[in-house]
């Protein structure tokens, strides 16, 4: 069963990729070809930060590739008959980042707020915290960083530089912070995943990957609490067991987590406000 979000194209819930079943009359009991690759074309190095392509690829008597985008950051591609995970891969690193930046512009075409601008006064979410900003040093030639409770950055920033400051900080520090979680959860729920790749998940804030038991966090989860963060963590590594969502996966999760409903409840209320500050 999946789960619904709150109202209609704002937030969904964390899904893995299985979960969604293909709208079109090309579904029809036969493999997907699944791939999560990072959008730019390169080779995803651990311990990095990259937003990814997840894409679910479904043969078809077209003779051409169709990709269809989903609100929740998903892709279905049409492919002819014959097509192969190769070809997939050839076809994401040809055109993967022209397809993200289609995505990026359709969920910002969609959102349905108005931001305020960000200054040097706003403040700055962090692990379920909001942080002043105070600039760097003279002579500090870092480019930032989060410290003393507050975020150090360069002045002169525009609204937008600011945003892009934080987000870069977040993408460097959120594999240290997420691993050390993954691992201590993983041992404790005897599971095993192959490798944590860091995205920019903006709707679907982790992803599960059955076929290459990768598992994908978002470097905004950092923006929010550490409950919420365990709370996403275990949901993903609870598929590494229970492929599907419902009362299995549900069950694992609770045998983990024993606040799960407020955890869900605060998860949903911290992407309400998020979505509402422009930060995803
Ligand atoms: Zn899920």
């Known amino acids: 069963m999946r789960k619904q979000p709150k109202s209609k194209g704002e937030v969904f819930c964390p899904h893995r990729s299985s979960d969604i079943k293909p709208k079109t009359s090309a579904y029809g ?10 959008a730019d074309g390169s080779t995803y190095v651990e311990g990095t930060f990259a937003p990814h392509l997840h894409m679910k690829g479904i043969r078809s008597k077209r003779k051409t590739i169709r990709v269809i985008p989903y609100a929740n950051e998903y892709f279905e591609l049409l ?12 076809f994401a690193d040809e055109n ?17 707020y108005e931001i305020t601008p960000l200054s040097y006064e706003s403040k700055i979410p962090y692990l379920g915290e ?44 959120a594999y240290g912070i997420f691993k050390e979680k993954l691992d201590r959860f993983a041992k404790a729920m005897n599971l095993r995943y192959n490798r944590l790749a860091i995205d920019d998940g903006r709707r679907s804030f982790g992803m599960y990957n059955d076929v290459s038991r990768d598992i994908f966090l978002s470097r905004r989860l950092l923006m929010m609490n550490d409950a919420v963060i365990d ?31 407020e955890c869900d409840d605060a998860f949903h209320e911290t992407c309400s406000r998020l979505i509402k500050q422009g930060w995803i």
Do not use: C, W
Not at 81 to 87: E, I, P, Q, S, W
Not at 137 to 164: C, H, M, N, Q, W
């Open 231 to 261: 709370f996403l963590i275990v949901h993903e590594l609870a598929h590494a067991e229970e492929f599907s969502h419902g009362s299995e996966h549900d069950a694992l999760m609770h045998s983990i987590m024993p606040n799960y409903d």
């Open 29 to 38: 009991g036969f493999e997907f070809l699944d791939l999560s690759v990072p």
């Open 130 to 173: 909001y942080l002043p900003i105070r600039i760097l040093p003279d002579g500090d030639e870092s480019g930032g960083y989060f410290r003393d409770g507050a975020v150090y950055l360069k002045p002169g920033l525009t609204g937008e530089e600011i945003r892009e400051a934080v987000l870069r900080l977040l993408g460097e520090m």
């Open 96 to 112: 993967g980042q022209e397809i993200s930046d289609g995505l990026q512009k359709m969920l910002d075409e969609e959102y349905p």
């Open 79 to 90: 492919v002819p008959n014959g097509f192969t995970l190769a070809d997939m891969k050839q």
